[in-house]
């Protein structure tokens, strides 16, 4: 059984930058894919980021491309998510995920989830 935690959630005017981590603790990491999803209000859980377990291959979804970076520390047993230029439509609850069997895209692929934390971007 894995638990993840994520942490560095809060509100960030336009613009700005949030650092999130997700911690696992359990069981390592090192060997499973890692991804980031976000779920605004009233609307899907959707993705946003992965990354392989040798941090070799990255995915983004195309609204975070380009200001999202997301990172591993197989030692620290950590996934981060650097969020520079936010935007009010960034604001949801993110979520990590581990254990990826499937398509990364797709929230269904991944076995274990954090308890999320909430980004909110104001104008």
């Known amino acids: 059984q894995v638990q993840l935690v994520e942490s560095g959630g809060g509100l960030v005017q336009a613009g700005g930058s949030l650092r999130l981590s997700c911690a696992a603790s359990?069981?390592?990491?090192?060997?499973?894919?890692l991804g980031w999803f976000r779920q605004a209000p009233g609307k899907e859980r959707e993705f946003a980021a992965a990354?392989?377990?040798?941090?070799?291959?990255?995915y983004y979804a195309d609204s975070v491309k380009g200001r999202f970076i997301i990172s591993r520390d197989n030692m620290k047993n950590t996934v981060s998510l650097q969020m520079n230029s936010l935007k009010p439509e960034d604001t949801a609850v993110y979520y990590c995920?581990?254990?990826?069997?499937?398509?990364?895209?797709?929230?269904?692929?991944?076995?274990?989830w954090g308890q999320g934390t909430q980004v909110t971007v104001s104008s």
């Open positions: 995920a581990a254990n990826l069997r499937g398509d990364y895209r797709d929230a269904r692929s991944y076995k274990y």
């Open positions: 359990g069981r390592t990491l090192s060997n499973s894919d």
């Open positions: 990354i392989t377990w040798s941090g070799r291959n990255i």
